[in-house]
C-alpha cells in the first residue's frame, strides 16, 4: 500500500496568517502516461462529508477559495491556506487515487490561534 | 452534477451483514464516465478506501476488507451497494459513498461524496 504520512497532526494559526499542511507519499504519485500527479485535498468539518479542494496536486476545485493551493510532485506535497479564516477551522487529508488500495493521510487538524 | 444518498441499517450487532445503498441521481452507474466508491471513516480516525465498482468491469476492493467485502450495481434502480459480513465493532464508522470521473485510463479523484451514514456494530 502507498503510505501518506501529513505533518504537523495539528496546526494552530492565527487569523489571517499562513497555514501549511505538508503530505508525503511513500511512492510517486506521478503517472507518466498523463503527466499528472495524482492526489487530491480535502477539508473534512464534523458532520459533512469531505470537501474537495485540489485535485491533481494543484488544481484548485470550482468555487473553491483563492487561499487555497496546492503544490509538489512525485511524493511531497504541500496544501497552504494563505489567510487563515474561521470558516477553515476542520481536518483536512491528503489523498492518493494512484494505486489501489486507495490511501489517505491521517488528517491534520487546524485551529485558530 | 451528481447526487448520492446512502441508506441502510445503522445499528448491527456483531457477526451481523453490513448492508447499504447508494442511490444515484444525475448520472447513470452504467455511464463509462464513473467510477462508483465507498469510503467509510472510524471515529476519530482517517478516511479509509474500501473498494469500487466500474459498470462491467469486476470492482476493486481494499485488501484489508476483500475477504468480507462485495461491492455491486442494480442497474435497473440506478445504485451501487454495499455488503460487508462478519461485522466487528471495528466495523463501526460513517459510511460514504462516493463518484470519481474516468480519467484517461483509470479512475481520477472522488469529487461527488454522499451525505454519510454511521453504523454502528454493538451487541
Known amino acids: 500500500d502507498i503510505v501518506m504520512t501529513q505533518s504537523p497532526d495539528s496546526l494552530a494559526v492565527s487569523l489571517g496568517e499562513r497555514a501549511t499542511i505538508n503530505c508525503r507519499s511513500s511512492q510517486s504519485l506521478l503517472y507518466g502516461r498523463t503527466n499528472k500527479n495524482y492526489l487530491a485535498w480535502y477539508q473534512k468539518k464534523p458532520g459533512q462529508p469531505p470537501k474537495l479542494l485540489i485535485f491533481?496536486?494543484?488544481t484548485r476545485e470550482s468555487g473553491v477559495p483563492a487561499r487555497f493551493s496546492g503544490s509538489g510532485s512525485g511524493t511531497d506535497f504541500t496544501l497552504t491556506i494563505s489567510s487563515l479564516q474561521t470558516e477553515d477551522v476542520a481536518v483536512y487529508y491528503c489523498?492518493?487515487?494512484?494505486?489501489?488500495?486507495?490511501?489517505f493521510g491521517q488528517g491534520t487538524r487546524v485551529e485558530i490561534k | 452534477q451528481v447526487q448520492l444518498q446512502e441508506s441502510g441499517p445503522r445499528q448491527l450487532k456483531p457477526s451481523e451483514t453490513l448492508s447499504l445503498i447508494c442511490g444515484v441521481s444525475g448520472a447513470s452507474v452504467t455511464s463509462g464516465s464513473f467510477f462508483w466508491n465507498w469510503i467509510r471513516q472510524p471515529p476519530g480516525k482517517a478516511l479509509q478506501w474500501i473498494g469500487n465498482?466500474?459498470?462491467?468491469?469486476?470492482?476493486t476492493y481494499n485488501p484489508s476488507v476483500r475477504s468480507r467485502v462485495t461491492i455491486s450495481m442494480d442497474t435497473s434502480k440506478n445504485q451501487f451497494s454495499l455488503k460487508l459480513t462478519s461485522v466487528t465493532a471495528a466495523d463501526t464508522a460513517v459510511y460514504y459513498c462516493?463518484?470519481?470521473?474516468?480519467?484517461?485510463?483509470?479512475?481520477?479523484?472522488?469529487?461527488?461524496w454522499g451525505q454519510g451514514i454511521l453504523v454502528t456494530v454493538s451487541s
Open positions: 462516493a463518484s470519481s470521473t474516468y480519467y484517461f485510463d483509470r479512475s481520477g479523484y472522488p469529487d461527488y
Open positions: 465498482v466500474y459498470y462491467r468491469a469486476n470492482p
Open positions: 489523498h492518493q487515487f494512484f494505486r489501489a488500495p486507495w490511501t
Open positions: 491533481w496536486a494543484s
